[in-house]
Nanobody
Framework: QVQLVESGGGLVQAGGSLRLSCAASGRTFSNYFMGWFRQAPGKEREFVAH????????YYRDSVKGRFTISRDNANNTVYLQMNTLKPEDTAVYYC????????????WGQGTQVTVSS
């Protein structure tokens, strides 16, 4: 399985921006479909966005559409989540995840990075 390490979280005021990174190692990165998830205190983990192996197909949850952008750099084994116009309700631990092309469930998860948006 691929190993994942997130970075880029922090504290930001409402309306601000952050870019999360997820570095992958251990397997051929381009064989993996990548996703971002988040978990707020007291809530279940929820899907945020995903991107296919080539980067030309993305999908977002409705509440982040137009504000968040997922992208990937297969040459550097990294997936990104650019988050703009952040809102307090975006506060959560953000996780990246990977699954092999053709596999239905995510197989590898990072340790998470905290994003806190103050009002």
């Amino acid at each position: 399985q691929v190993q994942l390490v997130e970075s880029g979280g922090g504290l930001v005021q409402a309306g601000g921006s952050l870019r999360l990174s997820c570095a992958a190692s251990g397997r051929t990165f381009s064989n993996y479909f990548m996703g971002w998830f988040r978990q707020a205190p007291g809530k279940e983990r929820e899907f945020v966005a995903h991107i296919n192996w080539s980067g030309d197909n993305t999908y977002y949850r409705d509440s982040v559409k137009g504000r968040f952008t997922i992208s990937r750099d297969n040459a550097n084994n990294t997936v990104y989540l650019q988050m703009n116009t952040l809102k307090p309700e975006d506060t959560a631990v953000y996780y990246c995840a990977a699954r092999r092309v053709g596999v239905a469930t995510y197989e590898s998860w990072g340790q998470g990075t905290q994003v806190t948006v103050s009002s």
